[in-house]
């Protein structure tokens, strides 16, 4: 577990930054956690991937990218996506915290500073997110930082998982939270 408070500094993901943001996101994904509900399916989790065009795709777009939080000695130890979805919404996804510095606070101070990115850079009034069905935990985690259930779901890509046991009701469940306008 990691500190109670680490003091994080946070810059625009680079090109070259794209095979470790990709690390950590699998690896964040991947990681065991002793919190019920939390990761839900194990056999899911560890067969999490995620292409690293994709994510250099999300990186060189103007209205997407990924955010990276560093430590004071410069290694980056969490990462959020962040895109521009219409003139007043941003969504925000894959929030990952280096499975080693989990449970520290790490992902509110990333979550918090993604938010505030979205606004300063697309004046944005609102932030969109999704959050898998069986993580209750993360689902109230979320709650608690303000994000509330739009009603809508999207649906789970059962085609490539096929092999696995997966629960009839999976799928994504839609979060929105409102954020002030700047100056107000």
Not at 34 to 52: G, H
Not at 107 to 116: F, N
Request: one cysteine or more; a negative charge.
């Amino acid at each position: 577990m990691a500190d109670s408070f680490t003091f994080l500094q946070f810059r625009i993901a680079e090109a070259e930054d794209a095979a470790k943001v990709q690390q950590l996101i699998q690896a964040a994904f991947r990681a065991k956690d002793s919190r019920e509900e939390w990761t839900a399916d194990t056999a899911l989790n560890l067969r999490f991937t995620l292409d690293i065009a994709y994510i250099e795709q999300t990186i060189t777009d103007p209205e997407s990218n990924f955010l990276v939080a560093y430590d004071g000695n410069g290694e980056i130890v969490g990462t959020i996506g962040v895109l521009k979805r219409e003139s007043d919404l941003a969504r925000i996804f894959m929030l990952a915290v280096d499975q080693h510095r989990q449970q520290g606070g790490l992902g509110r101070q990333i979550l918090t500073y993604a938010e505030q990115y979205c606004q300063r850079t697309w004046g944005v009034t609102r932030v969109g997110l999704d959050a898998l069905s069986t993580r209750r935990q993360l689902i109230s985690w979320y709650v608690r930082r303000g994000y509330r259930e739009t009603g809508e779901t999207k649906p789970f890509p059962r085609e490539i998982y096929s092999d696995l046991e997966l629960p009839d009701d999976l799928c994504f469940v839609q979060f929105e939270k409102p954020i002030n306008p700047l100056g107000a």
